[in-house]
Structure formats: C-alpha cells, structure tokens
C-alpha cells in the first residue's frame, strides 16, 4: 500500500469515527436533560422499572426490525408486511400453544408458518417484480391488508394474549423491594441472544460474509458463482421466521388484536428510521432508543404517546436523513 | 421511418385524440349536471363521495405519479383538516367560517411539518416516513380523547344550511372538485410540475442541474397538501362526522390503490380510479363483509399485472386502432406519450 494510501485510509476512518462521535454528542445532549426531568417526575425506583420496560418492549421490536432491515439491506425491499407477519404469526403461536399446552411449540409454529407464507410471498408474488422498489413496497402493503383480514376471520377481533409455561409468570425479585415480570426479562434475554448470534453470524461466518458483500454488491456477489436468488430468499424466509416469532413473543405481554400489525409496523418503522436502514447496529440502536422512549411517554404523558415518537424522528431526520447509523445512498 | 416522419404522424395523430378527449370531457360534465336530476339520494350521495376521494387521489397523485415519492400516510394530511373543522362545529360554539379556517390551517400545519420531515429523503425511505408520519396521526385521533373523542369521533358537524341536502352538497363538491381539477391540471403543466417530473426521472439529474430538490419536494408537499385539504373539508362536511377510521393506513393507501388503477402520473387517471374503487367498494360491502381482503388483492393484482392502470390499457388500444388505421402515433410518440412506469426512480 503506498503512503497516499495509507492516509487516505485513516482519513476515511477518522471521518467515520467522527461521525460516531457525533452521533453519541447528539444522543447524549438530548438525553441527559430528559433524564434528569424524568427523575424530577417519579422515584428512582418507578425510573428503573420504566428502563426495564423500554428495553423489553425495545427487544421485542429489535426482533422486528432486525428482519426487517436485513431484508431491506439485501434485497432493498421495504417488507411492510413485516406487521401482518408478526399478528399472523402471534395468532397461530396461541392456538397452537392451545391445542399443545406448550409455549416453546406455539413459538416455533408461529416461526415457520410465517417462514413458509414467506416462502410463497417471494417466490411467487415478490419474484415478478424483482427491483421495482414501489411495486414491491405497495405489493408487500396490499399483502398486509389480506393477512389482516384473513386474521380477523380466523381469529376473531378481541384481543388475544399466549398461554405463558408456569416457570415465565409471576414477577422476579431483585432486592428487597423491587419486582419485575419474569417474562419480560426473559424477552429481554432473549433479544440479547439473538443480537448476540446475528451479529456472529454477520461478522463471523462465511453467509455472514456473502450477506454483506450482497448489501454492498449484488452483482458481483453474483458473478463470483454465489447463487444470489438464493441468498434472497433465504434471508427474506428468515426475516418472516423472526417476525412470526416475535409476534408468539408480543403475545406473551402485548394483547394481539387487528390494528396491531400496523402499530407494531410503525415502531418497526420509526426503529429503522431512526436507526438508519440496512443495518444491524442501528436496529438495536434504534430499538432500545425507541422502547426507552415509548415506556417513558407512556408513564408520563400517556395521551401523547404516539406523538413522542414523532420528535425524535423529526430531529434525527432534519440532522441525518439516513437514520444515525445508515449510509449515505 | 425517419425520427421526423413519426414525429410528423405524432402531429397528424394528435389532433384526433385531443378531440376524442375534449368530447368526452364535455359529455362527463353535462352528465355531472344533469344526473342529480335523476338519481336517487343513494346514488348522489357515493358519487360526492367518489368526487371528493378522486380529489384526494389526485393529491397523491401529484407526489406518486409526477413526482414518482410515494406518500402512504397523506391520510394524515386529510384527517388533519378534518379534524381541524370537526374540532370547532364539535367541541367549540365556533361558526361555519371558523370551522373552515381551523380546518384549513390544521391541514396546512399537517402539510407543513411533514414537508419538513421528508423534504430530504426519496424512495423507498421516503415511504415509510410518510407511513409513520400517518400512522402518528392515528394515534393523536386515537389518545387524545379531549380533542379527538378517540373511538367515539367527533359528532355534531353539521352543513350550513344552504348547502344541507345531498342534492345541493353535490353541486357544492363538484364546483370545488372541478375548481380544484384544474387548479391541479395547471400546476403539472407549470415549471414546478414539469420540475416534480424530472424529479421522478433523476433526482440526481435535477441536482446536477442547478435544482434544489429538497425545496422542490417542500413545495411538493405544499401543493399536494393544499389539495389533500380541501378534500378532506369536503370529506367531514358529507360524513358530518370525524373518527379514527379515516386516518387509519388504508385511508391512505386507499387513493394510491385508486392512482395506480387508474393511470398513476395523470390526473385523469386517479379521477377514474376513484369512482371504480368506491362503487366497488360501496357494492362489494353489500355482498360480503371482507372490503379488507378485496382491497388488498386489488392492489396485489394491479402492482403485479395492471401498473399502467385502466388509462395505461386504453391508451395502448387506442394508439393501436389509431395504427390501424395508418395515422397512429410511431413508437417515438408512443413512448413519449404512454402512463410513465412506476418503478422509475
């Protein structure tokens, strides 16, 4: 590498890490304040419990959104039957779970009959109109509807919650006084392991490799004998597995009810908005941003709840129109 | 054949279809006077509706179709207004004038902040910002039950009483839809129409240019939701009644279904649309309970099989027959003048 080079180099990664730097500065302006009138509003305790709130209800739209934004990266297709993936997937977890009596064969049913709605979603419908970004997208909302309402058919319009096994209900103990439900926890849990095994999958491992050299070149990725369609599709049956499973996982503290594929849509949304689309660290980012911010607002200014979403995404939109960790296009 | 022979059968070929339009426009407006005579109050009442969606259509149009941004939360923009005008006759002893002036600035404050928050992004990205921005109205109609009454909506609007029957409101839609028209029929075929054109082609084009895209696509906003505005004054004062469900997503998905089924980048085309989709609607609602399901195999099926929409079909015919005939408009001319593809951009 000659000297040029090697400056050039590092004037990339200085302007990267600056970037970073940025990103943090913002954050944390924006933070500490609302921190500290947070804490100015409920007891210290109510704060944590709150925290703990935002990050359950962040993990849950991590599993979202990190399907979501992978098959974005790959294939730029915006899934927006994303929602109706989670509700159907929900719905089938709690009756399979019914009929079962068990909660972890509710999660995996509810995973692979959306993989294998997703399966038929890409081979048969999304294939035909490969690289056309706005059909795709009104496909995928047009899907949603139909899944929607098949649901509502199925399933009934009162809301809907899983059968928890004995060993996630209750609340965990930490302390002397501070009680926390067991199953958030363990979605929490959860989440962790999951961004743990992306993020070695991604980084580590050869289809981690091919992923994001797909994310980057699709072409090449092709022309150096890499089956590409088939890199597609598995990603999208993965994204549609995790979203029907976060759907069994919604059910276990969220109610499932018609309405709730686009709410739960829209904070998948505003997490890769905000995150920045096509990546995984802005997904979980994004995630623990927006679930902080939608248990605080609920606890505090619930009739706003919605609408606190809105600033942040203004603010991050106006600095950064790519999300705080996405890249230019 | 030589580009200027085509060019010149172009011309020849011209004159004939602008004919053909001009009859049928002529035809549909004396229609449009006369059938109120005519029709039941039924009738009258879907096709104020379908005059008030097509307007609405027509505003989303402007972005999806000229600008090739597509907005799948201008329901958002709609509801504001409506929610605006429902807010004073409802909650306020506020007169008709009043109600028209919140119901104004609230569909133009709507327009204006989510000008701001998607001026600077395209594609794919702008669409789930329009989405989100949608769907966050929706949740102010859902929670902010003092204002908004939630589920239970805002009651008590009530025409003025000059314009109270079905029959008078009619008028009163067509007169302002028809205004509107053409308000909108001169704003594509202004500078900032042919400009929001170039935009669909190559924003990167247009940057090059010497454009400021993001000003470009604030106006944009500003244009459409202007629009989207007085549609939805429209929409609250022929329900009397404002609720959730009409800032609900399908609310704005809705007129894009109806752009792209019609001829999406026309402003006819979105007309067409919507009164295909709200008899449609109307007829099928009678039939089965599962408008949903219909809607969404409709947008399914036209994405993948009809992008061009009912215009896109009848003009491919109609330059065909005109071929036959041997004054038929050549490729050139053809391509020039046929439904611009949706996935451009």
């Known amino acids: 590498m000659t000297e040029a080079a090697v400056e050039a180099e590092h004037v990339v990664v200085d302007s990267v890490v600056r ?41 849950l739209l991590f599993f979202l959104a990190s399907g979501f934004t992978m098959i974005f990266g790959l294939m730029r297709i915006a899934n927006l039957a994303h929602g109706g993936f989670y509700l159907m997937g929900g719905y089938v977890g709690i009756t399979t779970t019914l009929v079962t009596g068990q909660f972890w064969l509710g999660l995996l049913a509810g995973g692979l009959v959306i993989s294998c709605l997703g399966l038929f979603v890409e ?53 002397d006084s501070f009680f926390y439900p067991k199953y958030r926890l363990f979605v929490l849990a959860l989440a962790i392991l999951l961004g743990s095994f992306l993020f070695y999958i991604d980084r580590k491992t050869k289809i981690g490799a091919i992923v994001r050299a797909g994310v980057d070149d699709r072409e090449t990725v092709a022309a150096m004998g890499i089956n590409i369609k ?45 995150g920045g689309l096509g990546s995984l660290e802005g997904a979980a980012l994004g995630a623990v941003v927006v679930g902080l911010i939608d248990a605080f607002a609920k ?28 890249r230019a296009s | ?11 020849k070929a011209l004159p004939i279809t602008a004919r053909v339009q001009l009859a049928m426009l002529a035809i549909a407006l004396v229609v449009a006077f006369i059938f109120p005579f005519l029709a039941s109050t039924f009738i009258l009442r879907l096709v104020t509706l379908a005059l008030v969606s097509a307007l609405f259509a027509m505003s989303v149009d402007l972005m999806a179709g000229y600008a090739g941004l597509v907005s ?34 609230a569909g133009i404050a709507a327009s204006v902040i989510f000008g701001l928050m998607a001026m600077r992004s395209s594609g794919v990205y702008f669409i789930l910002i329009t989405i989100a921005q949608g769907m966050i109205v929706w949740g102010l109609a859902t929670l902010l039950v003092k204002i908004t009454g939630a589920e239970n909506g805002l009651p008590g609007i009530r025409r003025p009483v000059v314009v109270e029957t079905e029959f008078r409101y009619y008028f009163v839609a067509l007169i302002v839809v028809l205004v509107s028209s053409v308000g909108l029929f001169i704003v594509v075929r202004s500078p900032v129409g042919f400009a929001l054109k170039g935009l669909r082609e190559s924003e990167t084009r247009m940057r090059m240019l010497g454009h400021n895209t993001t000003w470009l696509k604030f106006q944009m ?38 752009s792209i089924l019609g001829g999406i980048g026309t402003l006819i085309g979105p007309f067409i649309g919507a009164f295909v989709v709200v008899f449609l609607r109307n007829y099928v609602s009678l039939e089965i309970d599962r408008w949903q399901s219909i809607m969404g195999l409709t ?38 003048m046929a439904a611009p593809p949706l996935q451009s951009g």
């Open chain 2, 299 to 336: 947008f399914i099926f036209v994405v993948l099989f009809a992008r061009d929409g009912l215009i896109g079909a009848v003009k491919k015919h109609w330059y065909k027959y005109l071929d036959s005939k041997g004054s038929g408009p050549a490729a050139l001319a053809a391509t020039e």
């Open chain 2, 72 to 105: 799948l939360g201008h329901a958002g923009v709609l509801g504001s207004a409506m929610y605006g005008v429902g807010y004073v006759a409802s909650k306020t002893d506020g007169g008709f004038a009043l109600q028209l002036l919140v119901g104004f600035a």
């Open chain 1, 19 to 59: 970037d970073r730097i940025r990103v943090l500065i913002i954050t944390l302006a924006i933070a500490i304040p609302l921190i500290a009138w947070t804490l100015t509003q409920m007891s210290t305790l109510a704060f944590f419990t709150q925290i703990l709130n935002g990050l359950s209800f962040g993990a």
């Open chain 2, 1 to 11: 054949m030589s580009m200027i022979e085509s060019a010149g059968q172009a011309r």
């Open chain 1, 230 to 274: 088939a890199v597609f599709t598995g990603a999208f049956i993965f994204g549609a597995f995790i979203a029907g499973m976060s759907g069994v996982i919604g059910a276990g503290f969220l109610s499932l009810l018609p309405g709730e594929d686009f709410v739960i849509l829209l904070f998948a949304l505003v997490v890769v908005i905000i």
């Open chain 1, 299 to 326: 606890a505090l200014v619930p009739e706003l709840s919605f609408f606190t979403l809105f600033a942040p995404m203004a603010i991050i939109l106006m600095v950064r129109p790519n999300g705080l960790l996405g």
């Open chain 2, 221 to 258: 906003f500003m244009l459409s939701g202007f629009f989207a505005t007085i549609a939805g004054i429209l929409l609250v004062y022929l329900n009397e009644f404002v609720n959730p469900t009409d800032v609900i997503i399908a609310s704005s998905a809705l007129p894009v279904l109806m």
């Open chain 1, 123 to 175: 081979r048969i419908l999304l294939r035909r109109i490969r690289g056309m970004e706005k059909p795709e997208v009104l496909l995928t909302i047009g899907l949603t509807f139909v899944i929607g309402d098949f649901s509502l058919a199925v399933w009934g319009g009162d809301p809907r919650q899983i059968e928890k096994p004995e060993y996630l209900k209750g609340a965990f103990q930490i302390g």
